[in-house]
């Protein structure tokens, strides 16, 4: 992750509504830093007539967030209670820079933490002449470290014939209207990214589409393994914890929904099979009725052709869908929370397509064969045993090669157990037969 710092202008075109919306929403995704398994640093700041340090830049832990809370709480404070400025001057900006490059500069030169990349920096703004200030200042700057610097403007709408000059030298400008989800979802991507990964799709008649591939949440095997247990069904192990595991999950069933309604692409992580239970400490009247109880919830959400929301009752409230079969059994699948969730990018929708694209793809895909029967992952390989067995073949082929009349040298050891071996006086080895593979059946 690196280091983060953000610097919140503080003017008298930020509501004190919007002030709010900032300081909550950066409370939410700095724990979420906090948590996670990647080392971060971070730092808050206000610019107004000068700048002000509600939080040095320090590296981020579980032991820092009551601090850190108490730090984005003073946002409103701060915007309550101190006089604000118009507009920041160059020299205030200057200043504010330099110190965060500075202090940023220190970090990195220490050998003992583990936080590196660049500085990545996100000036929080209600004006667009924030951004030329800043651009003029930048420009300006000697420090060569790395840093990247971001530009969000909250405003209610762009005031007509305001253009905006172009930037001498690189930061990335949002503008977004004073909604919560609005402000929420560029914040989130800048904290944790979005790195696209290249794709190729080949189908048919030698059409390629090429792809970036993209995260769709916050991974939640990145964070730390208290948390991660809540939100997965597999609990990870904790070091120094003796976690009951006969106590077992207690799930609540809260929202039935019908399959057609569900979106997949909310669900994660690998399922798990539901069964009735048959524990050795439950009465067998007990375990009975318990059967005959889950093979009719089992029916009743088959026929039904729904699936029941339920939820994770421990400190973090993980979200399941369990989706039940007719042979009595059920898949229990866990769900991606509105928190990891990151936002999708603006794909440029293209409303009229020529006839001439619509045509080559249909074709291409017409000539791949349409199934009739339903899917089942079971007959689908990955070539999985195929693969690991090639990946032994170079070695079988060595020692079959480096093999003189089925026997091969090592290097004589006194230590060494020489129970299959004799030893060589001449050349002062150890002869082993070597292994042979007429019986393998590859």
């Known amino acids: 992750m690196g280091i983060k710092v953000i610097i919140v202008d503080m003017n008298t075109m930020m509501s004190s509504e919007t002030c709010k919306k900032v300081s909550g ?17 971070f730092m808050l700041a206000c610019l107004s007539a000068h700048t002000e340090i509600l939080y040095p830049l320090q590296i981020l832990n579980e032991g820092s967030i009551s601090v850190l809370r108490r730090s984005i709480d003073t946002l409103v404070q701060y915007h309550r209670d101190t006089p ?23 970090l990195l030169s220490n050998t003992y933490n583990q936080v590196a990349g660049v500085i990545d920096v996100l000036f929080i703004t209600c004006q667009t002449r924030l951004k030329i200030k800043l651009d003029s200042v930048l420009s300006k700057q000697t420090i060569t470290t790395p840093k ?11 005031k007509e014939g305001s253009e905006v000059p172009e930037c001498l030298t690189e930061i990335d400008d949002i503008s977004v ?40 949440s916050i991974d939640p ?25 006969q106590q077992g999950r207690k799930l609540k069933g809260e929202k039935l929904f019908k399959l057609e309604q569900i979106c997949e692409s909310v669900l994660f992580g690998s399922p798990m099979l539901l069964i009735p239970s048959t524990h050795w400490t439950m009465e067998w009247d007990t375990l009975e009725e318990n059967q005959h109880n889950f093979a009719a919830f089992c029916k009743s959400l088959s026929e039904s052709n729904s699936a029941l929301l339920c939820r994770n009752s421990e400190e973090v409230e993980g979200l399941f869908l369990i989706l039940a079969e007719t042979d009595g059994t059920a898949l229990i ?21 020529s006839d001439e694209t619509t045509q080559l793809v249909d074709d291409s895909l017409k000539k791949l064969e349409l199934s ?6 079971l007959d689908h390989s990955a070539n999985l045993h195929e693969c690991l067995i090639r990946r032994m073949e170079p070695r079988k082929r060595k020692l ?3 093999s003189s009349s089925n026997l091969y040298e090592v290097p004589y050891n006194q230590n060494q157990n020489a129970a299959h071996a004799t030893p060589d006086k001449i050349t002062n080895t150890f002869r082993y037969n070597a292994p042979t593979f007429d019986d393998s059946p590859y």
């Open 148 to 158: 990247k610097v971001t530009v969000l403007t909250i405003a209610e709408e762009e």
């Open 400 to 402: 079959l090669n480096d």
């Open 221 to 245: 095997s990145s964070l730390s393994a208290k948390t991660q247990s809540c939100l997965t069904l597999t609990r990870p192990k904790i070091p120094g914890s003796m976690l009951d595991r």
């Open 25 to 41: 929403i950066c409370l939410q995704e700095v724990s979420l830093l906090a948590d996670h398994s990647v080392q971060s640093a």
């Open 372 to 377: 009739d029967e339903s899917f089942s992952p």
């Open 84 to 106: 604000l400025v118009d507009d920041s001057s160059e020299q205030t900006i200057t200043q504010c820079v330099q110190f965060i490059l500075n202090t940023a500069d220190k």
């Open 177 to 216: 209207s004073p909604f919560y989800t609005n402000i929420q979802r560029p914040l989130r991507k800048w904290f944790f990214g979005q790195e696209s990964e290249l794709a190729t799709l080949s189908l048919p008649d030698n059409l390629i589409l090429s792809c970036d591939l993209l995260p769709l």
């Open 333 to 353: 699948k866990p769900i991606i929370c509105s928190e990891l969730l990151l936002p999708k990018p603006n794909i440029p929708l293209i409303v009229q397509l």
